[in-house]
């Protein structure tokens, strides 16, 4: 896939392992969607856990089974998840297209849009800087995914120094990572998603950043 991105641009590659088979999700518009668990290797050896929503007529078109080396291609989506439990922000990757995996792991994702919210620039334990990022992605009929996107060392500089506003094209890995949330007195593991970026660049744009 040509991972050039344009405006508004939101695409995703990832090559890795079904960890279960897919299960209901929901349904919308009177199509039924199912989802699944994503395993892609990183180089480091580490594995990002990527959670996958599929239109069941792409799976039954494309049939997941656990264990299968799958490819998948679509667009990183956002939503709210107002039950109460887990993340508020729930993170997933919508599949456009199936198909037949083999090979190495891949990660690849290519998105241009709008900050919606002041990057927060510091410092990790050990000293490395990073830098936090909220970037939404408008779709269509006025709706938009906010992805949070995470820069280190020199590029997490730079980024500190962009405002509200401001556009910016980038490319980068959606990756897991787990937590410990305390809630009342009570240890939650829970499992955050973002962006890391490699590359990224500023772009002009009169965009806004549409409603939540």
């Not at 508004?8 to 989802?35: C, F, I, K, M, Q």
């Not at 792991?105 to 849009?113: I, K, M, T, V």
């Not at 593991?189 to 970026?197: C, D, F, G, K, L």
Request: net charge neutral; with cysteine.
């Amino acid at each position: 896939m040509d991972m050039q991105t344009g405006w508004n641009e939101n695409r995703a590659l990832l090559r890795g392992t079904a960890e279960a088979a897919p299960v209901w999700s929901h349904e919308s518009h009177g199509v039924e969607y199912d989802t699944f668990p994503l395993t892609v290797l990183r180089l480091s050896g580490l594995q990002d856990r990527l959670n996958v929503i599929v239109p069941r007529p792409l799976l039954e078109q494309y049939p997941v089974r656990a264990g299968m080396e799958v490819e998948v291609e679509g667009e990183v989506r956002s939503f709210n998840n107002k039950s109460g439990q887990g993340s508020r922000l729930v993170i997933t990757l919508y599949a456009k297209d199936l198909r037949s995996g083999g090979g190495e792991h891949d990660n690849r994702l290519a998105l241009a849009g709008v900050l919606c919210k002041p990057p927060v620039l510091r410092r990790t334990p050990l000293g490395r800087e990073i830098c936090d990022l909220m970037l939404a992605v408008n779709r269509r009929y006025g709706r938009a995914d906010y992805l949070p996107c995470i820069a280190w060392g020199g590029l997490a500089r730079y980024c500190g120094a962009l405002e509200v506003g401001d556009g910016v094209r980038l490319e980068g890995r959606l990756q897991s990572r787990s937590y410990t949330k305390v809630q009342d007195g009570i240890s939650q593991e829970r499992t955050a998603y973002e962006v890391s970026i490699m590359h990224l660049e500023a772009v002009e744009t009169q965009s806004g950043c549409a409603a939540e």
